[in-house]
Every structure is written in structure tokens, then in C-alpha cells.
């Protein structure tokens, strides 16, 4: 400890009793005798106060009970990074005296290869190495990292005492293949000049900051360290107000802003990062996006690469947002899970029909693969559903007389395009949107044997949220045939002569658009 102490601790990171914090104050704090470390502490919780003592305030804190006070031996400042190493590494596989057996943690086995383990486990060959919670603080003895660890290519050091941009260049300045770096969980002080680092993070593409405590000023700030990064994990940390980046991080492909309050109106101040291709906004309290430099059914120059769109978790009510996302030039993929514009839907599935009907692009939505037939699907009942608005706001099947208004346009941007798809819907097919209510969902249908006239016609009211599987099961009781695999399809007298197939036992009968009136044909074998 007395070795510890000899250089300045105020920055440096310590821990106690599992916990990780900051030394702000080194000192006497009267009326107790002796020396005292004044601890900002990454969790609040394990704090006291704000850094003052009996109206004396001898640190700040970022939360009024982030700080404490303890006395210097119970403070642990932590490892180099090749004492870590060996400890990890070295420390995992011991031999057992007489060779025929190896040890490994408390189990004791029969060795079989182990000279090829030995020859992976060697420090020289780790390409990958992890370190996490190892309360590494610092690089070692000079140059000794490049010796032991000459092919590393993957870091893990998440949850560490690195105290600095500095002390962490130490270590990854003699990682000549660094391309991915876990950081997540540590609190490095900001560099005076990002730029002269750079050179230590020269192959780097993967970085991950989780829970840095970072602002987005400050990731701007230290961006230029990052010359070649691709994927930029900023998830949990202290982000509100975006700002446009300019000359830096303009080969990202992948950006991680999930649980961060972010400021709505500053999103677009990230949108013309020309590769960016997947972004995850989840639970950063969006409500809003609008692209206005384009009207509805065009494309907007904003962020023209994005493929991937992650929004879970936020407070999106009105599908005016989703209109909105259909003018991404490159959308495929979207995750829209828990927002409390699918509530306003009868069920999910039905939700999920509005997305894909409204998002001509998307293949991937909420993380489930959009087939050719679920498409067709989702996009001729988003026709039928919204067919009595479509025709009483001007809408007509006529082509010369179809003159919806500008509102019906807004709300429904790719209503016409889905009509010259498909036909409009005939007068019989529209579907009134009605309350949710059990009376609203039961569907009349006919089940018919066409391969056993012995078996007649049931006719049957079940809800149209019922899945395949449990119709089937129903079907078992029905018929009196337990234990035989059914194959089923359905006719309906919009389309007389055509059966449509129902193959997915996990689908309700809506998906499948199953309407009151429609007779469903069983088989077996």
C-alpha cells in the first residue's frame, strides 16, 4: 500500500469490496486523525454524499451520494496488465504430479492431448483475450506486452481500473492487430489531444463503451483515436443532444445509442453518416421521427445506407412514425417491439400486418423473417381494413374518379400504390375497424371433409385469433379422429375455386385472412 501511495492517487481508480470508483481527494478530513481517499464511486448507491463533510466540501461528485470516504489500505488500485494476464491464463491449467492427469479448477481429469492445450493456453498464441473484471490499472514493465501477446486481435477489458485514454494506449500500442475492444463499464479520463493516441488503435474496428459515463460531446472528442472503427457501442450511457459529427467516425457501419434519453429533435444530426447500416435506438424515450426533407412516397437523403433499425422499448404511438421510416432508401430490417403504438391494435399479429403493409422494403420484422405470402397477405387485408376510409375521404374504384384526400394520403401513403397491386376491394371485402370486444372476432366457419363423405359439414364460432394448432386440436375432438395429422386450407366465395393453403400451426386464422363464412377443408392421411 505504502508502494501505492507513493505517486499522487487523486484520478486513479480503485477498488473496494467489489466496488469500482474514482479517488477525487487525498487528506485529513477533521476531527478523525489520519489520511482519508475521498471516492467517487461508479455506483451512487455505495456512496455517502457529494464529497462534503461537515459543511467542508473536499471533492464534487456527479450524484449528490456518489461520494465517500475510506482510508487508503482498504483501497485496492488494482494490477498490470501482464500480472492480469498470467493470473488468467497462466493460472487456469495445472498439472498433477505423475503426468497422467491434468487439473482443471477443482475437477481432476485423465489428459488427453495436453500438450496441445498447453500450446493454446500459451500466452504467444492468444489471439482473443479476456480480461474482464480483472482490476487491471496499468501496462507492466515496457514493451513486455508486445512480447507475451503478440497476436492479440480481441480485448476484453470491461470493468477494469484504467483510469485514462493514456494508461490504456500503453497497453494496446503494443497490440499491432487490435481490431475489437470490449471498454464497457471503466471511467477513462479524457485526453488533452485524441489525435497523438491514434496511432495505438490503428487496426481497430470494433469498440464498445457501454456504461462509460460518456457524453456525446465527449465521444466526438475522442473519436479521432478511432480512424478506422466500423461498430461503436455506446448502450447505457450519458447521451442527450446529438451533434453532427464532422470528420470523424464516417466509416461507421454499426452504432449502439440503446438506453440513452436522447433528444429527439438532435437524431437527425447523426443521419448523414454515409455507411452507418444498423442503429439501435432502443429505450432512448423516441416518440417522434420525421424526415421533412421529403414528402410522403419519396426518399430521404437521410442516413442513405441504413439497413437495420432497432426501436424497441420507446414510446411510439402513432403509426405516422412508421409511414415516416418508408422513406429510408435502404431499410430491410426493423425491431419495433413493446411500443405503444401496437396496443392500439386488436392483437400483434394484426399490428404486424399494418408494419409490413405500410414498409414496402422490410424482410426482418422483430427479428422473424417476412415470407413472399405473409406480405401479399398483410398488404390486401391493409387494403380491406382501411378501404371504407380510402372511399369516404374520395377514394373510388374508378381511376379517373379516385381522388383521396391529402389527409387519407398522409395517413395511408402507400394505399394506391397496394390498390394498382391488387385491385381495390370490392364493397363486400372492407373491413369496418371495430372496438376491441369478443362479439367483434368470432368467426362462423364450415368445416368440410371433401375426402369422407361419411363425415358432414360442421359448422363452427371460434375467435380469429385462434391458432392453426389449437383449431386442430379442435378438429381432433370434432371429428373423433385423435392423433392423425391434418392438413388444412380454406375457401371463400371472393375467391370461388381457389384453395389457399394453411401450413403454420403457430399463425391465428387472420393471418391467413379468414373471414366469417369461409369453409375450411380438413384432410389426413
Known amino acids: 500500500m505504502n508502494e501505492e501511495m507513493s505517486e499522487d492517487p487523486v484520478g486513479r481508480r480503485v477498488c473496494c469490496d467489489g466496488e469500482r470508483g474514482t479517488v477525487r481527494y487525498v487528506g485529513t478530513v477533521p476531527p478523525t486523525p489520519g489520511l482519508w481517499l475521498g471516492v467517487e464511486w461508479d455506483n451512487p448507491d455505495r456512496g455517502k454524499h457529494d464529497g462534503s463533510h461537515d459543511g467542508v466540501r473536499y471533492f464534487t461528485c456527479r ?148 456504461s462509460c459515463a460518456l457524453t456525446w460531446s465527449e465521444v466526438l472528442y475522442c473519436a479521432p483515436m478511432w480512424q478506422q472503427l466500423e461498430e461503436l457501442y455506446l448502450a447505457d450511457n450519458d447521451i442527450t443532444e446529438l451533434l453532427r459529427p464532422v470528420d470523424v467516425l464516417q466509416t461507421l457501419k454499426v452504432l449502439d445509442l440503446s438506453n440513452n434519453q436522447i433528444l429527439q429533435e438532435t437524431l437527425l444530426e447523426i443521419s448523414h453518416l454515409p455507411r452507418l447500416e444498423k442503429l439501435n435506438l432502443s429505450s432512448t424515450g423516441l416518440s417522434v421521427i420525421h424526415f421533412s426533407d421529403t414528402p410522403a412516397g419519396n426518399k ?72 413472399a405470402d405473409e406480405r401479399k397477405g398483410a398488404e390486401i387485408d391493409f387494403c380491406k381494413m382501411f378501404g371504407s376510409a380510402w372511399l369516404k375521404s374520395g377514394g373510388h374504384r374508378d381511376p379517373e374518379k379516385n381522388h383521396p384526400s391529402a389527409e387519407f394520403m398522409t395517413q395511408h401513403p402507400r394505399y394506391l400504390q397496394l390498390i394498382q397491386k391488387y385491385g381495390a376491394p370490392d364493397e363486400g371485402e372492407l373491413k369496418e375497424q371495430k372496438p376491441f370486444a369478443l362479439k367483434n372476432q368470432l368467426l362462423t366457419l364450415t368445416f368440410v371433409c371433401p375426402e369422407d363423405a361419411d363425415k358432414k359439414p360442421i359448422e363452427k364460432k371460434v375467435p380469429d385469433s385462434m391458432i392453426i394448432q389449437k383449431v386442430k386440436g379442435l378438429l381432433h375432438r370434432l371429428l373423433k379422429l385423435p392423433g392423425v395429422e391434418f392438413r388444412l386450407t380454406y375457401t371463400c366465395s371472393k375467391m370461388a375455386g381457389r384453395e389457399i393453403e394453411i401450413d403454420n400451426d403457430l399463425k391465428p386464422l387472420q393471418f391467413y385472412s379468414v373471414e366469417d363464412g369461409d369453409r375450411i377443408l380438413v384432410r389426413w392421411s
Not at 456518489?66 to 482498504?74: D, Y
Open 63 to 210: 450524484h449528490p451520494t456518489g461520494g465517500s470516504f475510506v482510508r487508503p489500505k482498504k483501497a485496492d488500485f488494482g494490477i498490470d496488465y501482464l500480472t492480469a494476464l498470467k493470473q488468467r491464463y497462466e493460472g487456469e491449467v495445472q498439472e498433477v504430479f505423475g503426468g497422467e492427469e491434468v487439473k482443471i479448477s477443482t475437477k481432476t481429469v485423465m489428459m488427453v492431448g495436453f500438450e496441445d492445450v498447453k500450446q493454446k493456453q500459451s500466452l504467444e498464441n492468444l489471439t482473443e483475450i479476456g480480461l474482464r473484471r480483472c482490476k487491471v490499472s496499468s501496462s507492466g514493465p515496457a514493451n513486455e506486452i508486445r512480447i507475451t501477446t503478440p497476436l492479440a486481435e480481441s480485448l476484453d477489458l470491461s470493468g477494469n481500473l484504467l483510469s485514462s485514454w493514456e494508461v490504456l494506449t500503453a497497453i494496446t500500442e503494443q497490440l499491432d492487430s487490435l481490431q475489437v475492444l470490449q471498454l464497457s463499464h471503466n471511467r477513462l479520463s479524457i485526453s488533452s489531444n485524441p489525435t497523438s493516441l491514434s496511432p495505438a488503435f490503428s487496426c481497430l474496428r470494433v469498440l464498445s463503451l457501454n
Open 300 to 371: 430521404t437523403s437521410s442516413f442513405p445506407a441504413l439497413k437495420t433499425l432497432l426501436l424497441d422499448d420507446n414510446n411510439i404511438s402513432e403509426w405516422s412514425v412508421v409511414n415516416e421510416l418508408e422513406k429510408l432508401q435502404s431499410l430491410v430490417q426493423l425491431s419495433c417491439r413493446r411500443n405503444p403504438v401496437i396496443q392500439k391494435e386488436k392483437n400483434s399479429e394484426t399490428a404486424r400486418q399494418i408494419f409490413i403493409a405500410r414498409l414496402s422494403q422490410l424482410d426482418l420484422l422483430n427479428m422473424h423473417q417476412i415470407h
